[in-house]
């Protein structure tokens, strides 16, 4: 296992369907990982063309749980829609709770309506 200072905890999820928005991609997350797992939810939104860019970022509590998040949602396609994308994870450039709000407080524009910006956490609350 990977130091403290090393752990990957955010993935980049792919292929996200361009109609979702941070809550739909928790639910999903939460489905299948369980509840209270994740402080950081990003969907990066583009208001000229209504929907998002087709990725997102989730950062998870613990390394174990990014973990399981890759094998529960890798590869498996997006609920409810009819299409064959699949779920494509990586881990994100930037990671860590406090690194993915100093970063999004540049990328989110301050105007963005609630359900555009990012869903954050501090110790479950």
């Known amino acids: 296992m990977a130091s403290a200072a090393a752990a990957m905890t955010t993935l980049m999820f792919k292929n996200v369907p361009r ?29 000229a063309e209504g929907g998002n860019q087709g990725f997102a970022f989730v950062n998870f509590m613990t390394q174990d749980a990014a ?8 590869k498996a396609t997006w609920p409810g829609l ?13 990671q860590g709770l406090g690194a993915n709000l100093v970063h999004c407080a540049h990328k989110v524009p301050a105007d963005a309506e609630e ?10 609350e």
Not at 82 to 94: D, E
């Open 82 to 94: 009819r299409t064959n994308r699949k779920i494509k994870i990586a881990p994100a450039f930037v």
């Open 19 to 47: 109609q979702y928005v941070a809550r739909k991609l928790l639910a999903q997350v939460e489905m299948c990982v369980g509840a209270g797992c994740v402080d950081f939810v990003y969907v990066p939104w583009n208001a």
């Open 115 to 124: 359900k555009h910006q990012p869903l954050v956490w501090h110790e479950g």
């Open 67 to 74: 973990e399981r998040g890759i094998v529960s949602l890798a």
